[in-house]
């Protein structure tokens, strides 16, 4: 029998159990613009979901390849199972892990879900074939594992058959789990613990037996962690977390299937600790494989929000731009739609969800803004760079009223902007460079009196020509960009030009241009200080000296420092000299502050994003 695609329209998406799992995967369908209807038995869980989903379905949307959904999908909740999934299309179970619990809830919802309504088990331990007892034999088409870990912190969704699935369900919803900013990946078989907690079960049998014959501590295994890995997830921390009951419970489960030996892990745990009363955070005064007496015993999940938290260095908003081109695409792994997949974030806080601010650009790359008029200004690079479909637009700072400044059919691939009052000319001007189009430009904050301040010769394939990175120093009356050169060749420089054209000259035959650095690995944005002197800019690339944070002198000794390194192909960067940081944007979807003394890289945002330029709000 040929399976066909469930009529959605209004009908709901039931999650069965608004606890601390259930409430936030009916939140992720809200955000994606589906409709919800939560089950609970206790008024008070039902509450409190409600009330999660008040509070955070707008965060969540920043993770949904298409931003915020033209109209939010509603949500209630109820005490009954037959009112919560009589309509609906789609019921997630998040019901205590009790495997008899179960197959009596699929027993019931077999009974009174719609014939077309697919049946999801979120089990964390359990493979939906073992909860059929009670599911009738076509029903079992429509049966599988549903397995959320705990968004928005950890996105992934692990679909699973029952041995009986129809095929065609998994790729539906994987379309519909990315379209609410979810990370779904199917198991190809059965499988107990799906596929990363097959992983994750044997780090942690692994961690118990090194605990179990004294080799190390939790707090030194975590520490070795998140130094090997660069984690913000730490193993004995998020144990601790998950309740040492749970993990024994779970590893019990493969204990029995594989006939594993228990003695130097869950036989040792419930010795040591669980018989003791030591679960971790459901133990805070007893502690757990961390002692109560320290921080760990609630810890964070993101232990690099805790560092940022702790220094005296406050972070202001950032406004970023994900190109388009990670992972989060909604056609993801197809490079189908990454050309619209571009957006505005806004980052208030660091390592929470930020708000997306525009979504359904064509590749944007710079950015800058105007607190003084509520206004932001960036440049998309457009589908094609081999024609003039780029572009410059502004917007309101929350990212209504947009406008188009410089249209399709002017620029080919404009990179980074700089916003410039100055005050001696009488003017405001947004400095930007064409990448293919090898050329520098200016125009009004409106987009009129748009002129080119350098024009290089050659085209698309004269990489030696392209212009990237853009800032200027009204100091000294000059502007700097960078010319990248083929990547990764070590032909990259930094110029600079009189911010005013010599008499009689044009952007293509200038005299006052001058070459401040060569051969460089591969340079993109920069920023320069006025006061000191001191030129800034990213570099993307050949390591060691590529995948860098620099900055020199541009007059006098002008030897290059690295300040930083080991970046995911770096691309934009914000000073913040005040609190000594600078802000660094990759494509391999991080933000960071790197202290300006140390270098030392702080993660303040990590996603599936690809990210180019950034600039913060300056305080009021």
């Known amino acids: 029998m040929v399976w066909s695609v469930p009529h959605i329209g209004s ?4 999650i069965l159990g608004g606890g601390v799992l259930g409430r936030r995967i009916a939140c992720s369908y809200v955000a994606g613009g589906f409709n919800v209807h939560i089950r609970d038995p206790f008024p008070q869980a039902r509450e409190d979901a409600l009330k999660y989903i008040d509070e955070n379905k707008e965060s969540y949307t920043s993770f949904c390849p298409n931003g915020k959904p033209a109209q939010y999908g509603t949500y209630t909740a109820s005490e009954d199972i037959e009112t919560a999934v009589k309509d609906a299309w789609l019921v997630i179970e998040a019901v205590p892990e009790k495997i008899e619990l179960k197959i009596d809830t699929l027993g019931e919802l077999d009974k009174y879900a719609p014939k077309d309504c697919i049946l999801g088990s979120n089990s964390s331990s359990f493979k ?17 594992n549903v397995h959320y870990t705990m968004p928005p912190t950890i996105r992934t969704v692990e679909l699973m058959t029952d041995g009986y699935t129809h095929q065609e ?7 519909v789990l990315r379209q609410c900013g979810m990370l779904p990946a199917t198991a190809r078989k059965e499988s107990t613990g799906f596929i990363f907690n097959r992983l994750w079960a044997a780090v942690k049998r692994e961690i118990l037996t090194i605990l179990a014959e004294g080799v190390s501590d939790a707090a030194e295994i975590d520490r070795l962690w998140a130094h ?9 921390q ?7 009951d749970t993990v024994a419970f779970i590893e019990d489960n493969y204990i029995n299937e594989r006939k594993l030996d228990g003695s130097l892990t869950v036989d040792w745990l419930r010795s040591n600790y669980i018989t003791q009363g030591k679960l971790g955070l459901k133990t805070p005064g007893q502690g757990g494989l961390y002692p109560p007496s320290t921080v760990a015993v609630n810890p964070p999940l993101n232990p690099a929000a805790a560092q940022a938290a702790r220094t005296d260095k406050q972070m202001p908003p950032i406004f ?8 989060n695409s909604p056609s993801y792994p197809s490079l189908a739609g990454i050309s619209t997949n571009g957006k505005i974030l806004r980052l208030d806080e660091p390592n929470q969800p930020p708000k997306a601010l525009v979504t359904g650009l064509p590749a944007p790359d710079g950015i800058d803004v105007d607190p003084s008029v509520n206004r932001m200004y960036w440049t998309n690079m457009g589908a094609d760079v081999t024609t003039k479909d780029g572009s410059l637009m502004s917007s309101a700072l929350d990212g209504s009223d947009k406008k188009v400044l410089l249209a399709d059919g002017v620029l080919t691939t404009p990179k980074q902007l700089v916003l410039v009052k100055d005050q001696q000319a009488g003017t405001e001007k947004l400095y930007f460079c064409d990448r293919e189009g090898c050329s520098v430009h200016r125009c009004n904050v409106d987009g009129s009196e748009h002129e080119v301040l350098v024009q290089n010769p050659g085209g698309v394939s004269d990489l030696l020509h392209w212009c990237v990175g853009i800032t200027v120093d009204l100091k000294q009356r000059k502007f700097y960009w960078t010319q990248k050169g083929p990547s990764k060749s070590g032909q990259g420089r930094i110029f600079r030009a009189n911010i005013d054209f010599p008499a009689g000259e044009s952007a293509s035959n200038r005299s006052d241009i001058e070459i401040v650095f060569d051969k460089l690995p591969e340079p993109i ?3 320069i200080e006025p006061e000191t002197g001191v030129l800034y800019w990213t570099d993307r690339g050949e390591h060691p000296r590529g995948s860098s944070l620099n900055c020199a002198k541009v007059e006098g000794d002008k030897q290059v420092k690295l300040l930083a390194r080991h970046f995911h192909e770096p691309i934009g960067l914000k000073l913040d000299l005040a609190r000594k940081q600078i802000f660094v944007s990759d494509l391999g979807g991080s ?8 270098g030392k890289k702080t993660v303040v945002h990590y996603d599936d994003g690809s990210y180019t330029g950034i600039v913060t709000l300056p305080e009021a």
């Open 320 to 327: 970023f731009l994900d190109v388009g081109l990670g992972s």
């Open 238 to 244: 998020l144990m601790d977390r998950v309740g040492l």
């Open 169 to 175: 369900v998994f790729p539906f919803l994987s379309g």
């Open 128 to 144: 939906s074939s073992l909860m059929l007892d009670k599911v009738s034999d076509e029903r079992k088409k429509l049966v599988c």
């Open 591 to 598: 933000l960071y502050s790197v202290d300006v003394e140390t």
């Open 228 to 236: 090997m890995f660069q984690a913000s997830v730490l193993p004995c």
């Open 11 to 14: 009908r709901p998406v039931a």
């Open 525 to 527: 944005d920069l920023e």
